[in-house]
């Protein structure tokens, strides 16, 4: 189960910080990230964490703005969003895949995932 939390409305330049509680994806072999969904638009990947942590994927109009980040212990994963700009307006989820049946794509595909958070809105203005 992967329930976000932190979506809010903000103004342009704003931060804000995109909790997904995550549980039964605890293995190492779990990779997680984040996809986000404007009106009218199809789902983009905006971040991934992968090789247990060691390495994170942003999407280039997020790099300097967004960081990824997970807290093993809590089973939580995060995404920093500072400088945030009224295009950052979407829906947030939350997503995790098992690496041994689906290696990592990058960019991360909406079809790579089956394991999806119901969504945190996130509105910029």
């Known amino acids: 189960q992967l329930v976000e939390s932190g979506g809010a409305s903000v103004q342009a330049g704003g931060s804000l910080r995109l909790s997904c509680a995550a549980s039964g994806y605890t293995d190492s072999s779990y990779y997680m990230g984040w996809f986000r969904q404007a009106p009218g638009k199809e789902r983009e990947g905006v971040a991934l964490?992968?090789?247990?942590?060691?390495?994170?994927y942003l999407v280039d109009s997020v790099k300097g703005r967004f960081t990824i980040s997970q807290d093993n212990a809590k089973n939580t994963l995060y995404l920093q969003m500072n400088s945030l700009k009224p295009e950052d307006t979407a829906m947030y989820f939350c997503?995790?895949?098992?690496?041994?049946?689906?290696?990592?794509?990058?960019?991360?595909?909406?079809?790579?995932?089956?394991?999806w958070g119901q969504g945190t809105q996130v509105t910029v203005s």
């Open positions: 997503v995790a895949e098992d690496e041994r049946w689906r290696p990592v794509h990058l960019p991360p595909r909406e079809s790579d995932f089956a394991y």
């Open positions: 964490i992968y090789n247990s942590g060691g390495s994170t």
